[in-house]
Nanobody, 115 residues
Framework: VQLVESGGGLVQPGGSLRLSCAAS????????MSWYRQAPGKERELVAA????????NYADSVKGRFSISRDNAKNRVYLQMNSLKPEDTAVYYC?????????WGQGTQVTVSS
């Protein structure tokens, strides 16, 4: 199993970024996918999750109305659209999947929100 995140970077407050996670090594369309984040000195936290077919999503209260998770099962990719970014969104963002074979994390992509 491999999860590869991309799309992070430096953005000003109020700006937007779109993260992408390319998945391989498992039947992507069979599993829910999640995005987590970890800020310096803080525990890793769930940001958003999406069911296998994409019909249901859930979000951390801190990002509701600003972030949107989606997936393309034909491309084996999951996305995180982040709008109205705030300095407190600064963190390393990780793609995550729990499968029958175990759970897996990507290497993470850094998002920094700063003026």
């Amino acid at each position: 199993v491999q999860l590869v995140e991309s799309g992070g970077g430096l953005v000003q407050p109020g700006g937007s970024l779109r993260l992408s996670c390319a998945a391989s090594g498992f039947t992507f369309s069979s599993y829910a996918m999640s995005w987590y984040r970890q800020a310096p000195g803080k525990e890793r936290e769930l940001v958003a999750a999406i069911t296998s077919a994409g019909g249901s999503t859930n979000y951390a209260d801190s990002v509701k109305g600003r972030f949107s998770i989606s997936r393309d099962n034909a491309k084996n990719r999951v996305y995180l659209q982040m709008n109205s970014l705030k300095p407190e969104d600064t963190a390393v963002y990780y793609c995550y999947v729990y499968t029958v074979g175990g759970d897996y994390w990507g290497q993470g992509t850094q998002v920094t929100v700063s003026s």
